[in-house]
């Protein structure tokens, strides 16, 4: 299953934040909790936490971007859709 990242709202601190740095790369196995990126308002800086464990397909934004509050940052891949691509697989494999 696909798990989009969002900005989450900022207390206190507006509605935008900039990417300072990216601490995961496309296509790297992440845990549910582990820092995926810093952002930076200018009260403030704060890392987002990766959702669910899976691995890192795709970065929607890149270092010094600007966001705003609900834009997608990343799109993990969970354990699940991963396990059910293999299966599928192992499936036409047999068939074969």
């Known amino acids: ?3 989009d990242v969002e900005l989450p709202e900022i ?3 507006g509605d935008e934040a ?13 845990e549910e909790g582990e820092d ?4 930076i308002t200018d009260k403030t800086t704060f890392n987002i ?9 795709e970065i929607h934004v890149q270092e010094g971007d600007v966001v705003k509050v ?5 799109t993990l891949e969970t354990e699940e859709e991963v ?4 299966e ?6 047999e068939e074969e």
Not at 36 to 39: I, Q
């Open 36 to 39: 995926l990126v810093e952002m």
């Open 70 to 74: 609900g834009d997608i940052l990343a």
């Open 18 to 30: 900039t990417v300072s740095f990216w601490y995961v790369d496309e296509d790297e196995a992440v």
């Open 11 to 13: 207390e206190g601190n």
């Open 49 to 57: 936490n990766a959702p669910t464990t899976g691995r890192l397909v």
């Open 88 to 93: 599928e697989n192992e499936d036409e494999d």
């Open 83 to 86: 396990d059910e691509d293999e």
């Open 1 to 3: 299953m696909k798990v």
